[in-house]
């Protein structure tokens, strides 16, 4: 099998940032080049927060809730940089390049796979996520699930 393209899904957590090693050096071995890509989930605000007898969807988005916003978006922006000059750093000549996208994670991990034509997928174990307990996340778990190329799920 050749692997020419490889996707490496990052959220900047340990497992991510082993995953991404794994995949540059994966890639090295093959001559592949590696993707970096990260995704910005949705933020939800808990019911309570909107006015009472409002719907979400009606409520006039206060301003800090869009201050937060961006700087939720810039935070992904700077893992995903962070990722990409550690894997430079050490594998000085790889190919590689950067994608931020917004969505629901495993869902556009999927989806770039099959539309940007990837040859094998690497994903952590875990991420960011509190429950240290499971073996998989939710978004490596997904990924697994419903990827149609091979995936690589580093332990
Ligand atoms: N937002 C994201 N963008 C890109 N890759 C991601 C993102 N979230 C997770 N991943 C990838 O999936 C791997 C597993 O993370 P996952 O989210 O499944 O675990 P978790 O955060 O521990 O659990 P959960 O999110 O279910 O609480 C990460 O190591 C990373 O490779
Ligand atoms: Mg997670």
Do not use: C
Not at 4 to 23: F, Q, W, Y
Not at 126 to 145: A, H, M, N, W, Y
């Amino acid at each position: 099998m050749a692997i020419k393209r490889i996707l490496a899904a990052t959220d900047g957590s340990k497992k991510s940032m082993e995953a991404v090693e794994k995949a540059a050096m994966i890639a090295e071995e093959m001559g592949s080049e590696v993707e970096l890509f990260n995704v910005i989930e949705p933020v939800t605000l808990p019911a309570g927060m909107y006015p009472v007898g409002m719907s979400a969807r009606a409520a006039i988005t206060p301003t800090w809730v869009t201050d937060y916003y961006d700087e939720y978006k810039k935070e992904h922006q700077n893992t995903l940089e962070k990722s990409y000059k550690e894997i430079k750093n050490k594998h000085k000549d790889l190919q590689v390049s950067k994608k931020l996208v917004e969505g629901l994670a495993a869902t556009k991990i999927v989806e770039e796979a099959k539309e940007g034509d990837f040859d094998l997928i690497v994903v952590g174990a875990r991420g960011l996520g509190f429950f240290e307990e499971l073996v998989l996340g939710s978004t490596s778990k997904l990924v697994v699930d419903k990827a149609e190329t091979p995936v690589l799920v580093v332990k």
